[in-house]
């Protein structure tokens, strides 16, 4: 079983920057290095559907975003940590969602249900 848990969410102004991270554990780890699973970033803003933010391979050697954070996010992962982030950096309001991570194993991918672990998420908050 894995387990994951965001962190770092909160309300900040119009252009500021949060640090996202996202631990993972659990047994599945003890069979399979983490580094094999493909790390992905969503998003879900109210009344609207989760959509895709960012996506790193398990080595962290390939990232992909969506176009509407291209230059102001970045994903990363600390392997040895189990953990994995997503800075952002010139925030606006319509970034305003709850952001979970997920974890699948293999490649990365923009899709929703090829990701088998998810985490509960945390809010974001920009305000204008």
């Known amino acids: 079983q894995v387990q994951l848990v965001e962190s770092g969410g909160g309300l900040v102004q119009t252009g500021g920057s949060l640090r996202l991270s996202c631990v993972a554990s659990?047994?599945?780890?003890?069979?399979?290095?983490?580094?094999?699973?493909?790390m992905g970033w969503f998003r879900q803003a109210p009344g609207k559907e989760r959509e895709f933010v960012a996506a790193m391979t398990g080595s962290g050697d390939s990232t992909d975003y969506t176009d509407s954070v291209k230059g102001r996010f970045t994903v990363s992962r600390d392997n040895a940590k189990n953990t994995m982030y997503l800075q952002m950096n010139s925030l606006t309001p319509e970034d305003t969602a709850v952001y979970f991570c997920?974890?699948?194993?293999?490649?990365?991918?923009?899709?929703?249900?090829?990701?088998?672990?998810w985490g509960q998420g945390t809010q974001v908050t920009v305000s204008s």
């Open positions: 997920a974890l699948k194993y293999g490649s990365r991918s923009q899709t929703i249900v090829d990701y088998t672990y």
């Open positions: 659990g047994r599945t780890f003890g069979y399979y290095n983490i580094a094999r699973f493909a």
